[in-house]
């Protein structure tokens, strides 16, 4: 059984109250940034950790999961500590761009906290996907990346992307290691 259900909050690494930005539908640069909001511009939302929603709604796993926060991607995996470090989310899906919390740290320094958590992490171009777990080169630095991650305990994922490799569509040589 396949369910969707849409909750108005945002997630982060801590649970409460923050002022959003809001926005038009459709615009896609909506975030905890609201530095250069007008007060009439802002919203009051709830924030939650993902670990405490997971325990909120009795999610086992988390199979698939988009993070698109517009730079707080970070807060988000610091508010997923149990379930990354639990594999209890199967593959996941962010964006890195030069702004918000990554202001503060670096996509190689993220791509590594994840690999010692036991997550095989891809740069996905235009072309294809770039393995950077333990293969990591200065060129993947650049303003905005998005990273496909894996669970190295999902057998099934890795040989389909392990499949995708043999066709072309995933590079698996590395340039440099991390």
Not at 75 to 89: D, N, P, T
């Amino acid at each position: 059984k396949s369910t969707l259900n849409i909750y108005g909050m945002a997630v982060s690494n801590y649970d409460g109250k923050v002022l959003f930005k809001k926005c038009n539908p459709g615009n896609e640069v909506c975030s905890l940034d609201v530095s250069h909001t007008s007060i009439d511009e802002k919203v009051e939302v709830d924030v939650i950790t993902l670990d405490h929603f997971a325990d909120q709604h009795n999610l086992s796993r988390i199979d698939i999961l988009k993070i698109d926060t517009e730079g707080y991607e970070p807060f988000v995996f610091q508010g997923a500590k149990r379930l990354l470090e639990e594999h209890r989310i199967r593959l996941f899906i962010f964006e890195q761009l030069e702004t918000g919390a990554w202001l503060n740290t670096t996509l190689k320094f993220e791509v590594l906290k994840l690999t010692k958590l036991g997550y095989i992490c891809y740069i996905i171009g235009k072309t294809g996907m770039i393995l950077v777990t333990n293969c990591w080169s200065d060129k993947y630095d650049v303003e905005h990346n998005n990273l496909l991650c894996v669970s190295s305990r999902d057998g099934a994922l890795l040989n389909s992307i392990d499949q995708m490799r043999l066709t072309g569509t995933v590079s698996g040589v590395c340039e440099k290691s991390m």
